[in-house]
């Protein structure tokens, strides 16, 4: 496991990520992967204070909403990194929003999927050496937009 | 040899949180937090962003105790903990505070210093007053604690720069005040009368359109009862700003609904048709119950539904910024990012307006042109 931080956020290194809705993806072994939200996307979302996601064995699309954040002042779906079909929902998470924005790539998990086309989708993610540029590149954007704290 | 240390005393790195007291710290909306880019986050829709609001803070907190405040006395939780309008205010120095809005004073609006009923809140807010205005020109209004003030203290403000007063009256009629925040288990009770004398003192002090008070939708109050108080205070050139009510968890009205959104709409219109049209009570019919049935528009020129077009009625009442344009328009305040929009602080879209449309089903109180001439 190895967690580095850039700008100031842990990034999880050997997850691949969906950076533009900010969704990491952990292989778990054959199809089954497991999903949850980056730093950086939480930390520009603001306080959760909600969170709502599909039932097990719904079926989501790679770009469609699995569930929606809500924040003190923003609200915003969680958009699959993967299609495939919903195995698991981490319901403590849904109970409790701040586990998620406290520990992010473990227990703050969100879904796991049993993905339908793996290989296929695979490259669409960002992963390996790729990760910590664009990572670092989301942060300058998002410092430029005015939603990070200074 | 068994040998007792005392521990090192060491002084406190971090100031306690009930240390942290205004004038020197001030709670500030989560909006204001984030256009001050103190707080990460965004809007559930981008748009321009200006209106800052500060709210003193006290440890011992507001002595006041009124049944749908998320800062009431007997609210459960300490004050630290406690939410107002929903969310968390985020606490700060006032000096760093002051410091970002002269950095970002040319995105600001108008800035908005909420006082608390509470022994030193008139002196403090003097001199938050004067710390913002020694270094920022961006116009400042003042939501008073009536119990704190009178004549010479409003002047008082008026000299330190503050051009607008607000009075948060929210209860619209004297029994409804009475209920809500008069007889209240805690803290003594606040006086309706001593309310409209400051609002008499304000109007007097700071002028015609300079003096706004506070109204809340869902207190219990009738249509009829809103709308004779948005005529009596047009009469005398003073805004009524329109809230709607939005339960606070554990509060004593925790569990009251809020208002209808149809009923808010045509509320919101109807200020609006009193305030920016010249409408007069004649031109607004009840029933019994005071409920809001019919509008009488002018037959020949369809100002009702030209103002309905704008948008503008719909969009958040609050202080003007330096052009006039809406200063303070609180984002999310009375509602949840996830529910509907209650006052828009952006200019309605057309699918905004379609959706007001729908909401407000004004055919119900305004019949189409072409009933409306049978």
Redesign the interface.
């Known amino acids: 496991m190895a967690t580095v931080t850039v700008e100031g956020f842990p990034v999880r290194t050997e997850f691949s990520y969906d950076l533009t809705h900010h969704m990491w993806v952990e292989e778990l072994g054959g199809e089954r992967v497991r999903v949850g939200m980056d730093a950086l996307g939480l930390e520009t979302s603001g306080t959760l204070a909600h969170l709502m996601m599909v039932e097990v064995g719904t079926e989501v699309a790679r770009g469609e909403p699995f569930g929606s954040l809500e924040a003190e002042k923003y609200v915003g779906p969680l958009v699959a990194p993967l299609s495939g079909t919903v195995l698991a929902v981490n319901a403590d998470a849904v109970a409790s929003p701040s586990l998620v924005q406290s520990d992010p790539y473990g227990a703050g998990w969100m879904v796991e999927l049993s993905a339908s086309d793996l290989e296929g989708e695979r490259s669409g993610l960002v992963s390996g050496d790729e990760i910590v540029t664009r990572f670092a590149q989301k942060v300058t954007e998002y410092r430029l937009e005015g939603v990070l704290a200074e | 040899m068994t040998t007792t240390t005392t521990p090192r005393r060491l002084l406190p790195l971090v100031e306690p949180e009930d240390r942290r007291e205004s004038p020197d710290w001030v709670r500030i909306s989560?909006?204001s937090a984030?256009a001050l880019?103190?707080?990460?986050?965004?809007?559930?829709r981008p748009f321009e962003f200006g209106g800052i609001n500060l709210l003193l803070n006290y440890a011992s907190g507001c002595r006041s105790d009124c049944s749908y405040c998320g800062l009431a006395r007997t609210r459960p939780g300490t004050y630290e903990d406690k939410s107002f309008i929903r969310?968390?205010w985020p606490l700060v120095r006032t000096d760093e505070l002051v410091g970002r809005m002269a950095r970002y004073e040319d995105r600001l609006t108008r800035l908005c210093i909420s006082m608390v009923t509470h022994g030193r809140a008139f002196p403090d807010t003097v001199e938050i007053t004067e710390r913002i205005r020694a270094r920022v020109s961006t116009p400042l209004s003042i939501l008073v604690a009536p119990p704190t003030l009178d004549r010479n203290r409003l002047e008082i403000f008026k000299a330190a720069g503050v051009d607008m007063i607000g009075i948060g009256l929210d209860a619209v009629t004297e029994d409804l005040f009475r209920h809500h925040r008069t007889d209240v288990p805690s803290g003594g009770g606040l006086s309706w009368e001593q309310y409209w004398e400051v609002v008499d003192a304000a109007r007097d002090v700071f002028g015609p359109w300079k003096v706004n008070c506070h109204t809340l939708v869902g207190l219990g109050e009738t249509d009829e009862d809103m709308i004779d108080l948005f005529c009596r205070l047009a009469e005398r050139q003073i805004f009524s700003y329109l809230f709607s009510f939005n339960p606070e968890p554990d509060s004593r009205l925790g569990d009251r609904p809020k208002a209808p959104l149809h009923r808010w709409r045509r509320i919101q219109l109807a200020r609006h048709l009193i305030e920016d049209e010249g409408f007069g009570r004649d031109r607004f019919r009840f029933d019994d119950d005071g409920n809001l049935v019919a509008i009488l528009g002018p037959v020949d020129d369809d100002v009702v539904e030209r103002a309905v077009a704008s948008g503008i009625p719909f969009m958040t009442n609050g202080c003007p910024g330096p052009s006039g344009e809406p200063g303070c328009t609180r984002?999310?305040g009375s509602y949840?990012?996830?529910e509907p929009v209650r006052d828009y602080p952006w200019p309605p879209t057309p699918d905004d307006l379609r959706r007001i449309r729908e909401e407000m089903r004004l055919w119900e109180v305004y019949p189409p042109a072409v009933e409306r001439r049978r």
């Open positions: 989560m909006a984030l880019r103190m707080r990460s986050g965004r809007f559930a969310v968390e984002p999310f949840r990012p996830s």
